[in-house]
Structure formats: structure tokens, C-alpha cells
């Protein structure tokens, strides 16, 4: 497997990312991978994200994770650590995931520009799960998507009532980033086809199941992606 850093623009500004695949794979399927939010260990290095693009690119597919504005070595506007803490609380205690979906935008035009169009997928976990379904209703070029540890008791889904891709959602049963009655309530606004995975004892962070949580989304994207 190849890794490479590379860096692309959103909105003026450079951020970085990882490009990881096989080194004989010819015109591989391609995965956005979108990390969490910031202040709750959402960089590109977060060990759900970071297994998801080691799993899925050993098994053929393209896989890019980023870090957004101002995390990591990704660029920001802001002048300095405190500055950029305070923007990430704002957009944490408001809800706003503009900013981030522009990111995520950007991301994967360049993976598109760089792997091609013909098979895109997209995955998110925890925040990166709502910016994954937001863009993934946006752009017409995604096929499918998967969800990991979707906030639904924090955010509105009904825009997924006429979003007739295919999705998967993986939640843990003691997960605060939504409770099983929150996830349960939350999918009726989802239109088929979907799955819903619950993980037995398990939490929101999946220490030492990051392999199993890769390998379910891998099944996933690889029964869509037909040519």
C-alpha cells in the first residue's frame, strides 16, 4: 500500500490530507474519509478514520483523509491556537457545519481530479458522519455512503427523506453521540435503502474494533460498487 501527504485548496486556504492505495490497483473506486469533529479527536489520525482508509485501500479502493481548516497542518484565516479553538467551539455549540462541508467539498474534487468519478464513495464518523450525508445528497457523483456513530439527537436528518443511495449507519449501543431510541427515531427520516448495524457493547469510540468497523464498511462499499 501507497500513502501519500498531499495538500489540495478549499476556499483559499491549503489543507492537507493522505492519499492512500494499492500500488497495482488500475482505476481504483475512490473514498472520501471525514473525520470528527476537532475537539472531540477529529483529525485525520483518529483511529476510526485512520483504520478505514489503511482497510479500504489494502482492499483496492482509493482512500483520502483530511484534516479541516485549521487542524493539523491544514490552514485557517485565524491568527492563532486560541483563535482557532474558539472558531471549532462555535461551530460545535451552534451546529454549523458549513465550513466543514466546504472542506469535505473540496477534498473530494480533488480526489476526483486525481483518482476520477466513476466509483465515489463517501464515509464519515461522529460530525464527519453528518458532513458525509450532507455532501453526499449534494453531489450527484457520490454512489453510496456510510455513517459511523451519526449525532441523530443533535442534528436534523430529514434531509435524507428523498436521498435514495444507498447508506449505511453503524452506531454502538452505549454511544453518546446518540442514544439506540435517538438512532431509532432518526432513521425514519431515511429513505430506503439503508442498513442499520448496531455494535453489542461497544461505545462511541471503538477501541480495539476499528478493524471490524473497517472491514463492515468495506462489504458495504464494495457490493455498490459495480462498474
Same mark, same amino acid.
Given at each position: ?43 485525520m489520525? !483518529? !483511529? ?17 483523509r ?15 491556537? %486560541? ?10 455549540? !451552534? ?8 472542506? %469535505? ?28 450525508m ?6 450527484? !457523483?457520490?454512489? %453510496? ?22 447508506k ?45 468497523? %473497517? ?6 462499499f ?6
Amino acid at each position: 500500500m501507497i500513502e501519500e501527504h498531499v495538500n489540495f485548496n478549499s476556499d483559499g486556504m491549503k489543507l492537507e490530507g493522505v492519499l492512500s492505495y494499492d500500488e497495482n490497483a488500475v482505476n481504483p473506486p475512490s473514498i472520501l474519509l471525514c473525520p470528527p469533529h476537532p475537539h472531540l479527536g477529529g483529525d485525520m489520525e !483518529n !483511529n476510526v478514520i485512520t483504520a478505514l482508509g489503511n482497510v479500504l485501500a489494502e482492499k483496492g479502493f482509493a482512500t483520502l483523509r483530511f484534516n479541516y481548516r485549521g487542524v493539523g497542518g491544514s490552514e485557517s484565516r485565524l491568527d492563532n491556537i %486560541a483563535e482557532v479553538y474558539k472558531y471549532w467551539e462555535e461551530i460545535l455549540n !451552534n451546529d454549523d457545519c458549513s465550513d466543514a462541508i466546504v472542506d %469535505a467539498s473540496s477534498a473530494i474534487g480533488f480526489l476526483a481530479s486525481t483518482v476520477g468519478t466513476n466509483r465515489l464513495f463517501i464515509t464519515g464518523y461522529s460530525f464527519g458522519a453528518i458532513v458525509a450525508m450532507m455532501l453526499s445528497v449534494d453531489n450527484a !457523483n457520490i454512489r %453510496a455512503f456510510a455513517s459511523i456513530s451519526t449525532p441523530f439527537g443533535r442534528f436534523d436528518t430529514s434531509f435524507l427523506t428523498d436521498c435514495k443511495k444507498p447508506k449505511l449507519f453503524i452506531c454502538a449501543d452505549n454511544d453518546f453521540a446518540a442514544s439506540i431510541e435517538e438512532v431509532e427515531k432518526g432513521m425514519l427520516n431515511v429513505s430506503e435503502p439503508k442498513i442499520l448495524d448496531v455494535i453489542e457493547s461497544c461505545d462511541h469510540f471503538y477501541i480495539d474494533i476499528e478493524l471490524d468497523i %473497517a472491514n463492515k464498511v468495506y462489504e458495504f462499499f464494495d457490493s455498490n460498487n459495480t462498474k
